[in-house]
């Protein structure tokens, strides 16, 4: 599968414990984006990156979040003390865009569990 | 702001029957809009965009700016159309998606 790669596909953690998740772009794809998915909702943007520069943060990344795309290729999002509100499926998504008009590819996502 | 409005959360039509998904935007200025899909235990995947102007697997939609919609349709509903459909919005210059909350699709035999 050549595709938007996410690992892991699930995380069961408890309250307060730190994760990482990552995710690996398609091959060349300059943008990478973060979004989160809960339960009978469509999925909410989180954050961007073009290339290795994070260009958009959005507010419901508290201070516990962070994401980072140290090469311009994979990408780490970490939250910091878990709440169960964190409990969703953090999708990623790819995109190869200079014009602003191309289609972005999504993962699998990862399904976190905060018990 | 903007914002995606699905007001149904839950469609079933009959096999051959027409179909549309509904799709009410909000944003002040010209938006792009898309239609996704999810099929049972597959990634959410691009159907199509309003400046594509295309129909893909029999479906089209059509921005209509003055009604602010984006409705999705199908004159004649196949079994493996069931999925979940989000529409989305991408600000003019933008780079995020706006979703809204999805609509489950159910073609029944």
């Known amino acids: 599968d050549t595709g938007v790669s996410q690992d892991p596909r699930h995380k069961i953690t408890k309250r307060g414990q730190n994760v990482t998740f990552r995710c690996d772009p398609i091959?060349?794809?300059?943008?990478l984006y973060w979004y989160r998915q809960t339960l009978g909702q469509g999925p909410e943007f989180l954050t961007y990156?073009?290339?290795?520069?994070?260009?958009?943060k959005s507010r419901l990344l508290s201070d516990r979040f962070s994401a980072e795309r140290p090469k311009g290729s994979f990408s780490t999002l970490e939250i910091q003390r878990t709440e169960q509100g964190d409990s969703a499926m953090y999708l990623c998504?790819?995109?190869?865009?200079?014009?602003?008009?191309?289609?972005?590819?999504f993962g699998q996502g990862t399904r976190l569990t905060v018990v | 702001a903007q914002r995606v409005t699905q007001p149904e959360k839950l469609l079933s039509v009959f096999k051959g029957a027409p179909v549309e998904l509904k799709c009410n935007y909000s944003?002040?200025?010209?938006?792009?809009l898309f239609w996704y899909v999810q099929y049972s235990r597959q990634r959410l995947q691009l159907l199509l965009r309003?400046?594509s102007r295309e129909s893909i697997k029999g479906f089209t939609a059509d921005l209509n700016k003055g009604e602010t919609s984006f409705h999705l349709k199908k004159p004649f509903a196949q079994e493996e159309d069931s999925a979940m459909y989000y529409c989305?919005?991408?600000?003019?210059?933008?780079?995020?998606?706006?979703f809204g909350e999805g609509t489950q699709l159910t073609v029944n035999p």
């Open positions: 998504a790819s995109s190869f865009d200079l014009t602003g008009n191309t289609e972005a590819f």
């Open positions: 091959s060349e794809h300059n943008r």
């Open positions: 990156f073009q290339n290795e520069a994070q260009l958009e």
């Open positions: 944003y002040s200025g010209s938006p792009e």
């Open positions: 309003h400046i």
């Open positions: 989305a919005l991408r600000a003019a210059s933008g780079s995020r998606l706006t």
